[in-house]
């Protein structure tokens, strides 16, 4: 719905919301068309592709030729056929003529229906669009790109079963759907959508022209049937009982088919009517766009443009799915509350059932949280999550850290348990990483200040504030955009490839009246870019003392946090909604930060991970980490039974 709440996604983990996501805008608004509803790119499509998909499409050639049988069935007036369609028996275009005789779309004669269609379309259809209708015609998907079926995905039933969003309305106040075109998926689904649209434009062109008592004609009813059918089910689903008998009475789909046949259904009748209905139960800001599907319809009626007939169809459809997504959208703000607070109970039954099917290999995740206990043994930070946790707590965050930190993949990187925050920890990675070294840079440039200020207390201006402030924002624009989430590409690259153009601004920040082109420049510039390569390297001092700061804070924050139910984490965790375009990536919402904001602040960096390592540790420990310790372990920490409790 992404319309999920906006929705979305998931990754190879999969979650019941295919078609939406959820997104973490605000400002998003649903009064627009989605892409699935007809507001789509065009896909383009070469002549030799479309040749190899029309040869595809034909039946084995037989002798018979179907041409002059198809001829006399199109001496019919329009009016007889289609009322929205003023199509006479047309002739093909000298251009078309010539390329059809002279085997240029390899269309050769058949007895088949399907090879007649095919035929029919390429010597009849209007300009030399032809072969192109002819192959979406046949190839293009029969089932509309919206249906009841995937709309029902916003149902309520299906929402409050659906674990991934159950997830992630823990760390967006302002979740909702939308329809989920971010990933791989969504982009063939708009492909699927735009093609089964012009594959409906031939058909209507085939309405028009074919006897309403051939095969043909009976052949040629594929799609319209079904959108029909499609267009009912979901006005059923989202109208009052009250007004559900006048839907099933006026669309009739057998009875409107046989009005087309007949040349007598009234479509703009048809559309002034829904657009009466849907005004009356869909929000005002969505007049416009009822008004323009009217519209759409009149002008393919009264011009004879099955184009524009399309192009009411997809805006009905979409207005259709928005309205499903108000609705959806609105019992997420209701039961927004409700479901946080029943997070760790229903994720817990979740899981569960997944272990008892061997779904996650809970072994993977105990010896994930063991290696790297093993590991903080042997680490100087020991110290400092003793002091702030019990061992098994500590441990953990000290693992989330580590595992952010390490330049493997997620997956390689964090077990099966974390499967729902997959999403999270590639915006966390990418976060934590530009805020260490942004730190690391800005240490660089106040050292150079302090020995500035050192060797020529009067001789040079001072720094003035404006400067010194935007300095961070400068080196973030240097560096460029972050990586796609799950890019293989680690984060640190952007800083490493930029470091001599990181530099310079940090030098001429610190010295800005020091000549460029300068012998002591060049020298200075040397020097502080080794030491800026040298000090971004993971095991450098300067690493290592973002790394322990970050920590111990860290740990500060998860132990006054974790005995809060899941409401009051949110309220302590999750800053206000971003009007901020969010990223989403296969449906699942990320939590868009502000690098300038630094570590802390509600929604801040430190924030973000905080909340995540308690509500997972909540979910997880009793399940998994700790299973066979507690049983083996004599001695009791302190306060372990409050971090245990759910």
């Given amino acids: 719905m992404t319309q999920r709440t906006q929705a979305n996604c998931l990754r190879d983990q999969q979650i019941s919301c295919h078609d939406f996501c959820e997104i973490s805008t605000d400002s998003d608004t649903f009064g627009s068309a989605s892409p699935s509803s007809g507001r789509v790119s065009e896909v383009d499509m070469d002549s030799e592709e479309l040749r190899s998909k029309l040869r595809r499409c034909r039946d084995p050639p037989k002798v018979q030729s179907p041409e002059s049988r198809i001829t006399k069935r199109c001496t019919r007036t329009p009016s007889r056929r289609h ?8 002739s093909p275009s000298p251009q078309k003529q010539s390329a059809i005789s002279g085997g240029r779309y390899s269309i050769r004669s058949s007895g088949s229906l399907s090879s007649s269609l095919l035929h029919f379309i390429l010597e009849r259809c209007v300009d030399c669009s032809g072969p192109e209708l002819a192959c979406y015609f046949m190839c293009a998907p029969e089932t509309p790109p919206i249906t009841a079926e995937s709309l029902s995905e916003l149902n309520i039933d299906r929402i409050v079963t659906n674990a991934q969003l159950r997830h992630d309305i823990n760390f967006d106040r302002e979740i909702h759907f939308r329809p989920n075109v971010d990933c791989s998926k969504g982009r063939q689904k708009i492909n699927a959508a735009e093609q089964y649209w012009k594959a409906l434009v ?12 051939s095969s043909l004609s009976q052949a040629s009813q594929r799609r319209i049937p079904l959108i029909l059918d499609t267009i009912k089910e979901i006005l059923q689903s989202l109208l009052p009982e009250i007004d559900r008998a006048q839907v099933v009475d006026v669309l009739d789909v057998p009875v409107l088919m046989q009005q087309m046949q007949r040349g007598t259904c009234d479509l703009i009748g048809l559309a002034e009517w829904l657009a009466k209905l849907l005004k009356v139960h869909c929000a005002p800001m969505r007049d416009g766009w009822v008004d323009q599907m009217v519209e759409h319809i009149e002008d393919g009626v009264r011009n004879a443009r099955a184009q524009s007939i399309v192009d009411g169809l997809r805006e009905l459809l979409g207005i259709l799915e928005a309205m499903k997504l108000d609705v ?8 927004r509350l409700f479901l946080v607070e029943d997070t760790i109970h229903f994720e817990q039954q979740h899981h ?6 061997d779904r996650i290999l809970v072994n993977f995740a105990k010896d994930w949280l063991s290696r790297h206990s093993h590991a903080l043994r042997q680490d100087s930070l020991r110290s400092i999550c003793e002091d702030k946790l019990p061992n098994d707590l500590g441990a953990f965050v000290y693992a989330l850290l580590q595992s952010l930190l390490a330049s493997t993949t997620l997956t390689d990187s964090f077990p099966k348990t974390f499967n729902l925050d997959l999403d999270r920890l590639a915006s966390l990675r990418t976060d934590l990483i530009d805020q260490i070294h942004l730190n690391i840079c800005l240490d660089l440039h106040t050292d150079l200040l302090r020995r500035r200020s050192h060797h020529q207390p009067f001789s040079t201006p001072p720094i003035t504030t404006t400067a010194t402030t935007s300095l961070p924002k400068a080196l973030l624009t240097i560096i460029g955009p972050p990586p796609h989430p799950h890019s293989s590409t680690p984060p640190s690259t952007r800083w490493v490839a930029s470091l001599p153009n990181l530099t310079t601004h940090i030098l001429h920040s610190a010295l800005p009246s020091l000549p460029p082109t300068s012998p002591l420049a060049h020298t200075l510039h040397a020097t502080l870019q080794h030491r800026l390569a040298h000090a971004l390297n993971p095991k450098s001092k300067s690493f290592t003392a973002q790394t322990r700061t970050l920590l111990s804070r860290l740990l500060a924050d998860v132990a006054a946090h974790v005995n809060d139910s899941p409401v009051a984490l949110a309220n302590a965790f999750v800053g206000p909604a971003h009007a901020a375009a969010a990223v989403n990536t296969r449906g699942v919402a990320r939590v868009v930060p502000a690098i300038l904001a630094g570590l802390d602040g509600k929604g801040g960096l430190r924030a973000r991970m905080a909340h995540l390592a308690v509500l997972h540790w909540r979910v997880w ?3 998994v980490y700790l299973v066979g310790a507690e049983a083996g372990g004599g001695q009791k920490e302190e306060g372990l039974e409050g971090v245990l409790m759910c």
């Fill in 202 to 213: 031939a058909e209507l062109e085939l309405y028009a022209l074919l006897d309403s008592k």
């Fill in 328 to 335: 959806a959208n609105h019992q997420i703000r209701h039961l």
């Fill in 83 to 90: 009322s929205s369609i003023n199509a006479s028996s047309r």
């Fill in 352 to 357: 569960q059932s997944r272990i008892e099917r």
């Fill in 621 to 623: 420990a009793r399940m």
